[in-house]
């Protein structure tokens, strides 16, 4: 199959698709791999500009804001075992 081809056939295949989760897995892959090619995208161009600020907030928090030592992981994990 040439690449054409396959280009054609993937397009077929998202236009006939509503299921959204997969179209974000896809787009998601893509993404990755493009990056991954050192191919650079804006990947936040979809973002509204209220969500482009929360992202900026997020990214601008502590490191470890919110993360627990490993002895409540291990408590927190025992708690959740014993109630299987």
Do not use: C, F, G, P
């Not at 500009?49 to 928090?61: H, I, S, V």
């Amino acid at each position: 199959m040439n690449k054409e081809t396959l280009k054609k056939e993937l397009h077929h295949l998202i236009d006939n698709t509503d299921d959204e989760a997969l179209l974000s897995m896809v787009k998601e892959d893509i993404v990755a791999y493009q990056t991954k090619s050192n191919k650079t995208i804006d990947d936040l161009s979809d973002l509204s500009l209220e969500d482009r600020k929360e992202l900026e907030t997020l990214a601008a928090e502590e490191i470890d804001k919110d993360t627990i030592s490993l002895e409540e992981l291990k408590k927190e994990m025992n708690e959740w075992v014993t109630k299987l």
